[in-house]
Protein backbone atom coordinates (compact mmCIF):
# COMPACT_ATOMS: atom_id res chain seq x y z
CA UNK A 1 0.00 0.00 0.00
CA UNK A 2 2.62 2.46 0.98
CA UNK A 3 4.76 1.70 -2.56
CA UNK A 4 1.58 2.46 -4.18
CA UNK A 5 0.96 5.65 -2.06
CA UNK A 6 4.34 6.63 -3.39
CA UNK A 7 3.92 5.79 -7.03
CA UNK A 8 1.22 8.08 -7.12
CA UNK A 9 2.74 10.84 -5.06
CA UNK A 10 5.81 10.51 -8.09
CA UNK A 11 3.40 10.68 -11.30
CA UNK A 12 1.76 13.95 -9.05
CA UNK A 13 4.99 15.19 -8.53
CA UNK A 14 6.18 14.59 -12.53
CA UNK A 15 2.72 15.81 -13.47
CA UNK A 16 3.17 18.97 -11.77
CA UNK A 17 6.80 19.52 -12.54
CA UNK A 18 5.81 19.29 -16.41
CA UNK A 19 3.26 21.02 -15.98
CA UNK A 20 5.43 24.25 -15.04
CA UNK A 21 8.29 23.28 -17.55
CA UNK A 22 5.49 23.75 -20.08
CA UNK A 23 3.70 27.31 -18.58
CA UNK A 24 7.95 28.38 -18.80
CA UNK A 25 7.81 27.83 -22.35
CA UNK A 26 4.47 29.09 -23.51
CA UNK A 27 4.24 31.85 -21.22
CA UNK A 28 6.84 34.35 -23.30
CA UNK A 29 4.16 34.03 -25.92
CA UNK A 30 0.93 34.53 -24.24
CA UNK A 31 -0.08 37.67 -25.69
CA UNK A 32 0.09 36.36 -29.50
CA UNK A 33 -1.85 32.91 -28.25
CA UNK A 34 -4.33 34.86 -26.51
CA UNK A 35 -5.22 37.11 -29.15
CA UNK A 36 -6.01 34.07 -31.70
CA UNK A 37 -7.75 32.62 -29.45
CA UNK A 38 -10.01 35.57 -28.94
CA UNK A 39 -10.23 35.87 -32.71
CA UNK A 40 -11.12 32.14 -33.05
CA UNK A 41 -13.99 32.00 -30.55
CA UNK A 42 -15.45 35.46 -32.08
CA UNK A 43 -15.27 34.79 -35.27
CA UNK A 44 -15.74 30.44 -35.32
CA UNK A 45 -19.11 30.45 -36.01
CA UNK A 46 -18.21 32.07 -39.21
CA UNK A 47 -15.32 30.03 -39.89
CA UNK A 48 -17.86 27.08 -39.69
CA UNK A 49 -20.16 28.23 -42.14
CA UNK A 50 -17.25 29.12 -44.69
CA UNK A 51 -16.01 25.47 -44.42
CA UNK A 52 -19.36 24.30 -44.74
CA UNK A 53 -18.81 25.42 -48.54
CA UNK A 54 -15.37 25.20 -49.09
CA UNK A 55 -15.07 21.56 -47.27
CA UNK A 56 -10.90 21.74 -47.01
CA UNK A 57 -10.27 23.28 -43.57
CA UNK A 58 -6.55 24.97 -44.51
CA UNK A 59 -8.34 26.41 -47.23
CA UNK A 60 -11.04 28.10 -44.85
CA UNK A 61 -8.60 28.84 -42.26
CA UNK A 62 -6.51 30.99 -44.59
CA UNK A 63 -9.16 32.91 -45.58
CA UNK A 64 -10.90 33.45 -42.35
CA UNK A 65 -6.65 34.72 -41.29
CA UNK A 66 -7.02 36.95 -44.22
CA UNK A 67 -10.24 38.59 -43.60
CA UNK A 68 -9.33 39.39 -40.04
CA UNK A 69 -5.90 41.06 -40.96
CA UNK A 70 -7.73 42.98 -43.78
CA UNK A 71 -10.87 43.77 -41.99
CA UNK A 72 -10.80 44.04 -38.31
CA UNK A 73 -6.58 44.27 -37.64
CA UNK A 74 -6.05 46.73 -40.37
CA UNK A 75 -8.62 49.50 -39.71
CA UNK A 76 -7.94 48.80 -36.16
CA UNK A 77 -4.34 49.60 -36.10
CA UNK A 78 -5.33 52.62 -38.80
CA UNK A 79 -7.52 54.34 -35.59
CA UNK A 80 -4.45 53.31 -33.00
CA UNK A 81 -1.98 55.54 -35.07
CA UNK A 82 -5.03 58.80 -35.25
CA UNK A 83 -5.91 57.98 -31.94
CA UNK A 84 -2.15 58.11 -30.38
CA UNK A 85 -2.02 61.60 -32.63
CA UNK A 86 -5.18 63.05 -31.61
CA UNK A 87 -4.05 62.24 -27.63
CA UNK A 88 -1.15 63.62 -27.88
CA UNK A 89 -2.10 66.76 -29.86
CA UNK A 90 -5.07 66.95 -26.86
CA UNK A 91 -2.17 66.59 -24.23
CA UNK A 92 -0.60 69.50 -26.18
CA UNK A 93 -3.23 71.86 -26.42
CA UNK A 94 -4.28 71.49 -23.12
CA UNK A 95 -0.66 72.29 -21.55
CA UNK A 96 -0.36 75.19 -23.52
CA UNK A 97 -3.67 76.70 -22.24
CA UNK A 98 -2.21 75.84 -18.94
CA UNK A 99 0.92 77.67 -19.28
CA UNK A 100 -0.93 80.91 -20.62
CA UNK A 101 -3.57 80.75 -17.74
CA UNK A 102 -6.63 80.33 -20.05
CA UNK A 103 -7.21 76.94 -18.56
CA UNK A 104 -7.93 78.73 -15.37
CA UNK A 105 -9.41 81.53 -17.11
CA UNK A 106 -12.58 79.19 -18.28
CA UNK A 107 -12.54 77.46 -14.64
CA UNK A 108 -12.98 80.87 -13.13
CA UNK A 109 -16.60 81.18 -14.20
CA UNK A 110 -19.59 81.43 -11.01
CA UNK A 111 -22.09 78.85 -10.95
CA UNK A 112 -25.63 79.41 -9.80
CA UNK A 113 -25.37 78.69 -6.47
CA UNK A 114 -21.54 77.98 -6.05
CA UNK A 115 -21.63 80.64 -3.09
CA UNK A 116 -24.20 78.50 -1.22
CA UNK A 117 -22.50 75.36 -1.63
CA UNK A 118 -19.05 76.75 -0.38
CA UNK A 119 -21.12 78.19 2.87
CA UNK A 120 -22.34 74.69 3.54
CA UNK A 121 -19.48 72.60 2.52
CA UNK A 122 -16.76 75.15 4.82
CA UNK A 123 -17.05 73.00 7.96
CA UNK A 124 -15.84 70.44 6.05
CA UNK A 125 -13.57 71.42 3.11
CA UNK A 126 -12.84 74.36 1.44
CA UNK A 127 -14.13 73.71 -2.47
CA UNK A 128 -12.39 77.31 -3.34
CA UNK A 129 -9.17 75.24 -2.81
CA UNK A 130 -9.54 72.72 -5.97
CA UNK A 131 -7.57 73.53 -9.08
CA UNK A 132 -9.81 72.17 -11.79
CA UNK A 133 -7.33 73.22 -14.02
CA UNK A 134 -4.33 71.09 -12.59
CA UNK A 135 -7.21 68.07 -12.13
CA UNK A 136 -8.26 68.69 -15.77
CA UNK A 137 -4.45 69.18 -16.92
CA UNK A 138 -3.10 65.92 -14.81
CA UNK A 139 -6.39 64.29 -15.83
CA UNK A 140 -5.29 64.73 -19.79
CA UNK A 141 -1.71 63.84 -19.31
CA UNK A 142 -2.25 60.17 -17.64
CA UNK A 143 -4.70 58.97 -20.02
CA UNK A 144 -2.80 60.19 -22.78
CA UNK A 145 0.00 59.07 -21.25
CA UNK A 146 -1.50 55.23 -21.07
CA UNK A 147 -1.69 55.42 -24.96
CA UNK A 148 1.69 56.72 -25.49
CA UNK A 149 3.33 54.39 -23.55
CA UNK A 150 1.52 51.85 -25.10
CA UNK A 151 2.82 53.00 -28.73
CA UNK A 152 6.32 53.85 -27.58
CA UNK A 153 6.77 49.83 -26.34
CA UNK A 154 5.68 48.87 -29.85
CA UNK A 155 7.79 51.74 -31.70
CA UNK A 156 10.99 50.41 -29.17
CA UNK A 157 9.84 47.04 -30.33
CA UNK A 158 9.55 46.62 -33.71
CA UNK A 159 10.65 43.89 -34.30
CA UNK A 160 9.23 41.87 -31.64
CA UNK A 161 6.09 43.09 -33.03
CA UNK A 162 5.93 42.45 -36.13
CA UNK A 163 7.29 38.47 -34.76
CA UNK A 164 4.68 38.59 -32.61
CA UNK A 165 2.14 39.64 -35.22
CA UNK A 166 3.33 36.57 -37.00
CA UNK A 167 3.03 34.23 -33.91
CA UNK A 168 -0.63 35.38 -33.59
CA UNK A 169 -1.36 34.82 -37.53
CA UNK A 170 0.31 31.23 -37.33
CA UNK A 171 -1.65 30.38 -33.69
CA UNK A 172 -4.98 31.92 -35.28
CA UNK A 173 -4.57 29.67 -38.41
CA UNK A 174 -3.88 26.49 -36.26
CA UNK A 175 -6.17 27.47 -34.28
CA UNK A 176 -9.24 27.61 -36.71
CA UNK A 177 -8.57 24.64 -38.44
CA UNK A 178 -8.30 22.27 -35.10
CA UNK A 179 -10.52 23.69 -33.38
CA UNK A 180 -13.26 21.32 -33.55
CA UNK A 181 -10.61 18.52 -31.96
CA UNK A 182 -9.41 20.65 -29.83
CA UNK A 183 -12.72 21.10 -27.99
CA UNK A 184 -13.78 17.52 -28.54
CA UNK A 185 -10.75 16.88 -26.49
CA UNK A 186 -11.31 19.59 -23.75
CA UNK A 187 -15.20 18.17 -23.54
CA UNK A 188 -13.37 14.61 -22.77
CA UNK A 189 -11.52 16.15 -19.96
CA UNK A 190 -14.57 17.49 -18.44
CA UNK A 191 -15.86 14.90 -14.91
CA UNK A 192 -19.23 15.27 -16.22
CA UNK A 193 -21.69 13.33 -18.03
CA UNK A 194 -22.08 13.82 -21.50
CA UNK A 195 -25.41 16.14 -21.44
CA UNK A 196 -24.08 18.10 -18.74
CA UNK A 197 -20.25 18.57 -20.64
CA UNK A 198 -22.75 20.18 -23.85
CA UNK A 199 -24.73 22.20 -21.43
CA UNK A 200 -21.84 23.51 -19.53
CA UNK A 201 -19.86 24.42 -23.31
CA UNK A 202 -22.92 25.67 -24.41
CA UNK A 203 -23.63 28.00 -21.63
CA UNK A 204 -19.73 29.02 -22.02
CA UNK A 205 -20.17 29.96 -25.91
CA UNK A 206 -23.63 32.05 -24.55
CA UNK A 207 -21.77 33.80 -21.92
CA UNK A 208 -18.33 34.58 -24.31
CA UNK A 209 -20.30 35.29 -26.97
CA UNK A 210 -22.88 38.02 -25.01
CA UNK A 211 -20.01 39.52 -22.84
CA UNK A 212 -17.79 40.15 -26.33
CA UNK A 213 -20.81 41.04 -28.31
CA UNK A 214 -23.18 42.56 -25.76
CA UNK A 215 -19.69 44.59 -24.22
CA UNK A 216 -17.47 45.37 -26.47
CA UNK A 217 -19.33 45.29 -29.04
CA UNK A 218 -21.91 48.21 -27.91
CA UNK A 219 -18.75 49.83 -26.64
CA UNK A 220 -16.98 50.40 -29.36
CA UNK A 221 -20.35 51.16 -31.25
CA UNK A 222 -20.99 54.07 -28.52
CA UNK A 223 -17.51 55.48 -28.83
CA UNK A 224 -17.63 55.59 -32.85
CA UNK A 225 -21.08 57.34 -32.79
CA UNK A 226 -19.84 59.57 -29.88
CA UNK A 227 -16.64 60.54 -32.20
CA UNK A 228 -18.97 61.11 -35.29
CA UNK A 229 -21.24 63.25 -33.28
CA UNK A 230 -18.08 65.54 -32.20
CA UNK A 231 -16.83 65.60 -35.54
CA UNK A 232 -20.26 67.15 -36.87
CA UNK A 233 -20.05 69.65 -34.45
CA UNK A 234 -16.69 70.65 -35.23
CA UNK A 235 -15.00 69.30 -31.18
CA UNK A 236 -11.50 68.72 -31.66
CA UNK A 237 -9.52 65.23 -30.98
CA UNK A 238 -12.96 63.11 -32.14
CA UNK A 239 -11.10 59.92 -32.28
CA UNK A 240 -9.60 60.26 -28.92
CA UNK A 241 -12.98 61.50 -27.29
CA UNK A 242 -14.57 58.53 -29.02
CA UNK A 243 -12.03 56.32 -27.30
CA UNK A 244 -12.84 57.68 -24.07
CA UNK A 245 -16.33 57.30 -24.73
CA UNK A 246 -16.00 53.50 -25.55
CA UNK A 247 -13.99 53.03 -22.71
CA UNK A 248 -16.09 54.64 -20.35
CA UNK A 249 -19.30 53.06 -21.39
CA UNK A 250 -18.56 50.38 -19.06
CA UNK A 251 -19.21 52.00 -16.37
CA UNK A 252 -22.66 51.25 -15.19
CA UNK A 253 -25.64 54.03 -15.45
CA UNK A 254 -23.39 56.95 -16.06
CA UNK A 255 -20.51 55.71 -19.14
CA UNK A 256 -20.64 57.90 -22.19
CA UNK A 257 -21.98 60.85 -20.17
CA UNK A 258 -19.01 61.60 -18.58
CA UNK A 259 -17.72 62.74 -21.64
CA UNK A 260 -20.45 64.41 -24.09
CA UNK A 261 -22.54 66.27 -21.08
CA UNK A 262 -19.14 68.05 -19.86
CA UNK A 263 -18.44 68.67 -23.49
CA UNK A 264 -21.94 70.17 -24.23
CA UNK A 265 -21.92 72.08 -21.04
CA UNK A 266 -18.38 73.66 -22.15
CA UNK A 267 -20.18 74.76 -25.67
CA UNK A 268 -22.98 75.92 -23.80
CA UNK A 269 -20.79 78.18 -21.69
CA UNK A 270 -18.32 79.25 -24.28
CA UNK A 271 -21.27 80.50 -26.01
CA UNK A 272 -22.38 77.77 -28.91
CA UNK A 273 -25.48 77.21 -27.53
CA UNK A 274 -27.41 75.41 -29.98
CA UNK A 275 -23.67 72.91 -30.17
CA UNK A 276 -24.07 72.41 -26.47
CA UNK A 277 -27.72 71.45 -26.65
CA UNK A 278 -27.25 69.27 -29.86
CA UNK A 279 -24.38 67.11 -28.55
CA UNK A 280 -25.71 66.62 -24.86
CA UNK A 281 -29.54 65.71 -26.61
CA UNK A 282 -27.90 63.15 -29.24
CA UNK A 283 -25.60 61.86 -26.37
CA UNK A 284 -28.71 61.25 -24.05
CA UNK A 285 -30.94 59.82 -26.84
CA UNK A 286 -28.77 58.27 -29.38
CA UNK A 287 -25.47 57.32 -27.55
CA UNK A 288 -26.43 56.31 -24.11
CA UNK A 289 -29.61 54.40 -25.62
CA UNK A 290 -27.48 51.96 -27.89
CA UNK A 291 -26.69 50.02 -24.75
CA UNK A 292 -30.91 49.36 -24.28
CA UNK A 293 -31.63 49.14 -27.41
CA UNK A 294 -28.43 46.62 -29.55
CA UNK A 295 -28.14 44.96 -26.16
CA UNK A 296 -31.21 42.69 -25.81
CA UNK A 297 -31.20 41.85 -29.53
CA UNK A 298 -27.38 40.47 -29.54
CA UNK A 299 -27.48 38.69 -26.40
CA UNK A 300 -31.39 37.64 -26.85
CA UNK A 301 -32.14 34.15 -25.41
CA UNK A 302 -28.42 33.84 -24.05
CA UNK A 303 -26.89 33.96 -20.37
CA UNK A 304 -24.90 37.01 -19.68
CA UNK A 305 -22.35 38.09 -17.09
CA UNK A 306 -23.57 40.48 -14.42
CA UNK A 307 -22.79 44.17 -15.01
CA UNK A 308 -21.33 44.36 -11.59
CA UNK A 309 -18.71 41.28 -12.85
CA UNK A 310 -18.47 42.86 -16.34
CA UNK A 311 -17.45 46.00 -15.34
CA UNK A 312 -15.03 44.48 -12.72
CA UNK A 313 -13.13 42.10 -14.81
CA UNK A 314 -12.72 44.25 -17.32
CA UNK A 315 -10.76 46.67 -15.33
CA UNK A 316 -9.20 44.32 -13.33
CA UNK A 317 -8.35 42.44 -17.02
CA UNK A 318 -6.62 45.64 -18.16
CA UNK A 319 -5.04 46.12 -14.75
CA UNK A 320 -3.22 42.41 -14.95
CA UNK A 321 -3.07 42.06 -18.99
CA UNK A 322 -3.14 45.65 -20.29
CA UNK A 323 -5.66 45.99 -23.58
CA UNK A 324 -5.62 42.13 -23.82
CA UNK A 325 -7.44 42.50 -20.54
CA UNK A 326 -10.42 43.92 -21.82
CA UNK A 327 -11.37 40.62 -23.62
CA UNK A 328 -9.51 38.33 -21.42
CA UNK A 329 -11.01 39.38 -18.45
CA UNK A 330 -14.34 38.82 -19.63
CA UNK A 331 -13.71 35.59 -20.70
CA UNK A 332 -11.79 34.54 -17.51
CA UNK A 333 -14.90 35.70 -15.29
CA UNK A 334 -16.86 33.55 -17.79
CA UNK A 335 -15.22 30.24 -17.13
CA UNK A 336 -15.25 31.22 -13.45
CA UNK A 337 -19.35 31.14 -13.87
CA UNK A 338 -19.03 27.57 -16.07
CA UNK A 339 -16.89 25.81 -13.74
CA UNK A 340 -18.88 26.84 -10.48
CA UNK A 341 -21.84 25.71 -12.58
CA UNK A 342 -19.81 22.54 -12.99
CA UNK A 343 -20.10 22.31 -9.07
CA UNK A 344 -23.42 22.78 -8.64
CA UNK A 345 -24.30 20.50 -11.27
CA UNK A 346 -21.82 17.74 -9.58
CA UNK A 347 -23.79 18.49 -5.89
CA UNK A 348 -27.23 18.68 -7.52
CA UNK A 349 -27.47 16.60 -10.31
CA UNK A 350 -30.91 16.01 -10.56
CA UNK A 351 -31.51 19.94 -11.15
CA UNK A 352 -28.94 21.25 -14.30
CA UNK A 353 -31.42 24.73 -14.02
CA UNK A 354 -29.80 27.45 -11.93
CA UNK A 355 -31.18 31.43 -12.13
CA UNK A 356 -29.13 33.58 -13.85
CA UNK A 357 -28.07 36.86 -13.11
CA UNK A 358 -30.59 39.32 -15.29
CA UNK A 359 -28.32 41.52 -17.98
CA UNK A 360 -27.67 44.93 -17.77
CA UNK A 361 -31.07 46.75 -18.16
Request: with cysteine.
Amino acid sequence: MKREYFLISLFFLITAIIFYLFYQVIIPFFVPIAWAAVFVILFFPLYERLLSRFKHPNGASVIMCLLIVVLIIGPLTYLFIALVNEAADAVARVNALYRTGQLNEFFSFDLPGKSYLQEKLAPYYDISKIDFDVLVRDAFNKVSGVVVKQTTWLVANGTRTVFFFGLFIFAMFYFFRDGRLLMIKIKRLLPLARPQVERAISDLRDVIHATIYGGVVIALLQGFLGGLLFVIMGISSPIFWGAIMAVLSIIPLVGASLVYIPAGLILLLGGSYVKGIIVILVGVVVISQVDNVVRPLVIAGKTSLHPLMLFFTILGGIAAFGMLGLVIGPMIAAGFTIILRIFEMRLHPADTTSEEFPAAD
